[in-house]
T-cell receptor, first 110, second 117 residues
């Protein structure tokens, strides 16, 4: 599976958009980009995934560059409850293992 | 609100003892995963099952760990004998594999925090 690179941490102000970057320059054509997050002391939680097109759901938006070598997860209006470790994962999709890296720690400040 | 449940939530045991962790996947899900999380190693996949059959257990130490699915509503992870280095949080996750590309949403349980003294 392709590897991903994320900054170790970032912060943003409550109510502002949080833009979390991820590099995956070795991604293959059949690999999807997944985002999960883990709030302290809880199990990871699925957020969103995409292949080529930008995706949006009730939690977030996923912007994938045209060459698919990087992506950005956008939390449009961050709240204190969004403070968590966010994992960007690349994998072929169905029937695939998720390999979690170190993720990025997002701290939302009041 | 369907959830993955895990028992026990916390377990403290002494080295050499047998430990059994249980997971009830979401009803209707056909894939079950076991992960382990430590500060040093992060989240690691230990094993996973599809329709109760083991698909991959390459991440699991074979000499002391075993994972089974006695039925569709129960997955177990057993450590015998336990060692202090097994101390970690063990997560179970389930998902519904529908043979669709991109279908890899996993629902995680709250975890079992294991401490081996």
């Amino acid at each position: 599976d392709a590897k991903t690179t994320q900054p170790p941490s970032m912060d943003c102000a409550e109510g502002r958009a949080a833009n979390l970057p991820c590099n995956h320059s070795t991604i293959s054509g059949n690999e999807y980009v997944y985002w999960y997050r883990q709030i302290h002391s809880q199990g990871p939680q699925y957020i969103i995934h995409g292949l080529k097109n930008n995706e949006t759901n009730e939690m977030a938006s996923l912007i994938i560059t045209e060459d698919r070598k990087s992506s950005t997860l956008i939390l449009p209006h961050a709240t204190l409850r969004d403070t968590a470790v966010y994992y960007c994962i690349v994998c072929p999709g169905a029937n695939s293992k998720l390999t979690f890296g170190k993720g990025i720690t997002l701290s939302v400040r009041p | 609100d369907a959830r993955v449940t895990q028992t026990p939530r916390d377990k403290v045991t002494e080295m050499g003892q047998e430990v059994t962790m249980r997971c009830q996947p979401i009803l209707g899900h056909n894939t079950v995963f076991w992960y382990r999380q430590t500060m040093m190693q992060g989240l690691e996949l230990l094993a996973y099952f599809r329709n109760r059959a083991p698909l991959d257990d390459s991440g699991m130490p074979k000499d002391r760990f075993s994972a089974e699915m006695p039925d569709a509503t129960l997955a177990t992870l057993k450590i015998q004998p336990s060692e202090p280095r097994d101390s970690a949080v063990y997560f179970c996750a389930s998902g519904l594999h529908k043979s669709l590309a991109g279908d890899n949403e996993q629902f995680f349980g709250p975890g079992t925090r294991l401490t081996v003294l």
